[in-house]
């Protein structure tokens, strides 16, 4: 542990609610928009292809945060920069809150996104600081339970404000909170990382070369590759569903909202019994099975869409597909990081942003998968996993793996 002293009990639970509510903002930045895509489309007078690429626009944010606050945390301390993420998250949902336009609120986005993966790179960092070992991952579960509320929170809590305000009120909301938390850990949160302990400010061209380093790893290169694909999957659902739910089943956002509650809930369900399965199964398996089961879910994904089957026939998909989705992260991330132990928070970083950037650029695919049927989703879902697989037996090789 890096303190100073040992935390008290009241300290460490300080921390634990600060941290993991400042980490939800990430995913408050994303959810709660689910339901509010046909009102932002219809404001902006923007076709739905449109409102699909601010999806893009959050996750290029995403990449742009993990990729550069990481390093600067190493050279200028943790507090500043999460403090800073902080306000320009308030200033991001400002910027949202009041576009004329739809650019504007592009930008808005971009900031959002930006700032909410800022702090959560450095909330990770602070509680590296803090903790190490067994300890480290017992904060970080306690962590994780406060921000994995968001999951449930976000769309749930928008759909309920949608029935009686519109988007830019709800974004009015989401800034209050992210400036009572900014104001709670200007107040609270110490600085871990002290001037002994920080790199110089060439770190960004030093991380840059560990990039490369990491990358020459084969395993570790195939399971970045099978991550971007995950992330473009993940993504494209959560662009196309709001419009299929609408133009296809005639659901309002503040009625749909409830559903991507239920995905969300099986998602968590997903982490908690793959993470059960990998103790006893090993992890490339586990990752493999998880690819497999994958293209057969894009496969009832598509077969709904082609036969116009009834609304439950589709959420039961969906609810499946982000079962396994949920599930695959930790088995992911553990193989990612087995071979890199001294070089875990580069790996990590580098998986982190690939994807976003993998999502980024596939802003054009996912305009293009259609918004009144699920019939695009089910083809794309259906390529990238078979492409994952064919990346996991020729990159990955896992027959050549040590045992995990």
Known sequence: MNASRPLTQRERWVYILILGGMMAMQPFALD??????????????????????????????????????????????????????????????????????????????????????????????????????????????????????????????????????????????????????????????????????????????????????????????????????????????????PFVYQNRFGFEGSEYGYFFVLNSASAYIGVQLIAWFAKKVELKWVVLAVLVAQVGVGAWVLLAGLTDAPFLVLQIALMTFTFFMGGSFAPMGTMALTRHGEEAGTAAALNMVAGSLGSTLAAPLYANLGSTSSVGLGVMLISLYLLSILVMFAVVRPRTLAKS
């Open 32 to 241: 709660p928009y689910l339901p509010a895509a046909p009102s932002i489309a219809q404001t902006f007078m923007a076709p739905d292809a449109q409102i699909q690429l601010t999806m893009s626009a959050l996750t290029l944010g995403f990449a742009l945060g993990q990729v550069i606050t990481g390093p600067l945390s190493d050279a200028l301390g943790r507090k500043r920069p999460i403090i800073v993420a902080a306000a320009i998250y308030v200033v991001a949902c400002i910027v949202v809150m009041t576009a004329p336009n739809l650019i504007v609120f592009a930008i808005g986005r971009v900031l959002q996104g930006v700032a909410g993966a800022s702090i959560q790179v450095v909330g990770n960092a602070i509680m590296r600081d803090l903790y190490e070992g067994a300890a480290l991952m017992k904060m970080m579960s306690r962590v994780f339970l406060i921000q994995a509320l968001s999951w449930f929170v976000g769309p749930l809590g928008a759909t309920l404000l949608l029935n009686v305000v519109d988007w830019r009120v709800m974004t009015g909301i989401i800034a209050i909170y992210g400036a009572i938390l900014l104001t709670a850990a200007t107040r609270v949160l110490p600085e871990t990382l002290h001037g002994n302990a920080r790199t110089e400010h060439g770190g960004i061209k030093a991380m840059a070369s560990r990039f490369v380093h990491v990358l020459r790893d084969r395993p570790y290169l195939g399971i970045v590759l099978i991550g971007v694909l995950n992330s473009t999957a993940l993504f494209g659902y959560l662009s196309v569903m």
